[in-house]
């Protein structure tokens, strides 16, 4: 009797248009909004950087394991670089950044530990 073990990937799902998209949720960096385009989700990833109609609001649902650390942003802590406590800013590969709000620095700090 042959045993054969099944590795189940983290994936991220999204849609453009009529086109379904995933990738290993290892990959994924940031989602973010941006003013000049409500209703869009930006996302960086490792070799991806896509735009999609969404909400982050149900993403932060459905992806426990992101973390929002701004109104306008979820990243993925695993693929953190580094984290400037003074600035309040978050490296991730490639020189992606983001700001990290007042509020949620010490939330931040908690997890890191």
């Known amino acids: 009797m042959k045993k054969t073990i099944y590795h189940h990937k ?14 290993p949720m290892s990959e994924l960096m940031v989602l973010y909004t941006d003013k000049t385009k409500p209703g869009d989700i930006n996302l960086v990833a490792d070799n991806v950087e896509a735009s999609f109609p969404g909400n982050l609001n149900h993403i932060e649902q459905q992806h426990p394991n992101l973390f929002r650390c701004d109104k306008s942003y979820l990243v993925n802590l695993d693929n953190l670089e580094s984290y400037d406590a003074h600035r309040r ?9 983001c700001k990290v709000s007042f509020r949620k620095a010490r939330e931040l700090k908690k997890l890191l530990k």
């Open 10 to 23: 983290s994936l991220f799902g999204y849609k453009i248009g009529d086109r379904y998209f995933s990738l």
């Open 89 to 97: 800013v978050l490296k991730f590969k490639n020189n992606v950044e």
